[in-house]
């Protein structure tokens, strides 16, 4: 398919100046352009970056009413000589186009995302911060726009990236509230970065929180007792301090690019990982013989986040973060590698500028 040439109209007001880079609130500020490209009646008809700015749309359009959107979340880095780099983008890019295929879009072309994303990080080169452990979030989605009142595949729909600054690494350790008896998504849309799985998992997340806890970790929609993943994080258990256990990929949980760089990350550095079918009464029964050393999360925001505390069926099973090693050994070794400051064995980084 024919891609229209990327134009690029430049900010005449940028904001960068005026931008504090000490303290960088998550996902609030914005660099000072995005890329909109839009998709009509078969073809791509335009390709543009432009000023960072609202979007007119029409009360009718589809995704507001059927949810008929995807996203993607991926990081820019700047490394020790003050290049920036890319991890693994081509994942993201076939995954927004795998998300879209469950949800009837058509495919964004490799031109438009991964073309476009490379001249909107060299245009906002300024909005990557410098400072230890931070870097700019890059946020691509894309969802139906056309102006009508009726569940059918829409025409028309736009792509867009927008990219925010984020300050150091989230690392604050969290507590999981093993929720059996509200699902997150069924098999096949759990799978896709699809805008509705949030919606639906705000309300047991609220209800977990109200209970002391920062997350859910989700079972199965099935049968409730398939371990899946913790709120935007795939998530893994150590054993015996030498083997890792994770939910196998069964298309009711994301496909998490952190989680298939640690898996491959793990087995480099000698570990052992077990992908399966885990059910909660057996990790709990692991916990209880203390064959669980270590619990944490994987994810683009904080490469690795620690689990402190599982709470199940009315029963807390704590763990302590400050004496894990084997997650801690994994995080700081992934974040060498993105950031340039150890070599990079896989070929996962990727330079922009
Ligand atoms: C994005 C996301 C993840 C993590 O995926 P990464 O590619 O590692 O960032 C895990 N679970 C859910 C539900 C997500 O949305």
């Known amino acids: ?47 543009e970056i432009v000023p960072y700015g609202n979007l007119s749309l029409s009360p009718a359009t589809t995704s507001i009413h059927y949810a008929q959107s995807v996203f993607e979340g991926m990081k820019a880095h700047r490394d020790e000589q003050g290049h920036i780099a890319l991890f693994r983008p081509e994942e993201n890019f076939k995954r927004i186009n795998r998300s879209g295929a469950r949800i009837s879009m058509p495919p964004v072309p490799e031109e438009i995302f991964l073309g476009g994303l490379n001249e909107l990080i060299k245009l906002d080169h ?48 969290v507590s999981v509230y093993v929720d059996d008896t509200n699902a997150r998504a069924v098999k096949g849309v759990g799978a896709a970065k699809f805008a509705g799985n949030y919606a639906a998992s705000l309300m ?5 929180r109200a209970k002391g806890y920062k ?46 760089s640690i898996i491959q990350l793990a087995k480099y550095l000698g570990y052992t990982v077990e992908e399966a079918r885990w059910n909660i009464h057996d990790i709990v029964a692991m916990i209880e013989k203390g064959e669980i050393t270590e619990i944490f ?6 490469v690795i986040t620690y689990i402190n505390r599982l709470g199940f069926q009315g029963k807390d099973y704590h763990f302590d973060p400050s004496k894990y090693m084997v997650s801690v050994l994994l995080k700081d070794t992934l974040v060498k590698i993105q950031k340039g400051i150890i070599e990079d064995p896989f070929g996962w980084v990727k330079r922009v500028l």
């Open 126 to 173: 300024g909005w990557v911060p410098k400072a230890e452990g931070t870097s700019l979030y890059i946020r691509p989605f894309m969802f139906g726009t056309e102006p009508f009142i009726g569940v059918k595949t829409p025409n028309r729909y736009l792509f867009v990236i927008i990219t925010s600054p984020v300050g150091a690494y989230y690392s604050e350790d």
């Open 215 to 260: 997350d859910v970790l989700w079972l199965d929609a099935e049968q409730h007792e398939i371990v899946q993943e913790v709120g935007t994080m795939n998530i893994f258990f150590v054993k015996n301090n030498n083997t890792l256990l994770t939910p196998a990929l069964d298309a009711g949980f994301l496909p998490g690019i952190t989680r298939d």
């Open 297 to 302: 999360g994987t994810g683009t925001a904080a």
């Open 1 to 47: 398919m024919s891609v229209p040439e990327l134009k690029i109209q430049k900010t005449q007001n940028s904001r960068l100046a005026d931008f504090d880079f000490s303290n960088i609130p998550f996902g609030k500020n914005f660099s000072d352009h995005m890329l909109i490209a839009e998709y009509s009646e078969g073809q791509w008809v335009s390709n």
């Open 204 to 208: 047991p997340v609220d209800a977990a």
